[in-house]
């Protein structure tokens, strides 16, 4: 798990921060296993599977609280059983560690209460 990510905080993306290089990007998905690069390059994404629609709305709501605490905010998809993530930074179309630092986190909360 990727527990350095976890411990850190998402920064302010109003014209700051950095976009990540290709080799920056590879380097941090080799700690998000079952994160995907979308094929752009310019978000991550997962998938993840419950086992009725009430355990995803929960799931749903899980991660709009951890989103709203560190002030970045993912697009999520939601359906019977289903909850899907994709992160990008919106303000440069692009990704930033912002993005790895939020799906670590939602990894370490979210996968432990997969059943």
């Known amino acids: 798990?990727?527990?350095?990510?976890?411990?850190?905080?998402?920064?302010?993306?109003?014209?700051?921060?950095?976009?990540?290089?290709e080799a920056e990007i590879a380097a941090l998905m080799a700690e998000l296993p079952g994160w995907e690069v979308a094929p752009d390059g310019k978000a991550i994404t997962r998938r993840y599977t419950f086992k009725d629609f009430s355990a995803a709305l929960a799931c749903v709501n899980h991660i709009g609280a951890l989103a709203e605490g560190e002030g970045h905010h993912p697009d999520l998809t939601l359906g019977w059983g289903y909850v899907g993530v994709t992160l990008t930074t919106h303000h440069f179309s692009a990704l930033t560690r912002n993005d790895f630092i939020l799906a670590a986190k939602?990894?370490?909360e979210i996968s432990g209460q997969l059943p």
Request: glycine content about 12%; proline content about 4%; hydrophobic content about 35%.
């Open 106 to 108: 939602i990894e370490a």
């Open 1 to 21: 798990m990727p527990e350095a990510l976890t411990k850190e905080t998402c920064g302010a993306c109003h014209g700051e921060g950095t976009v990540l290089s």
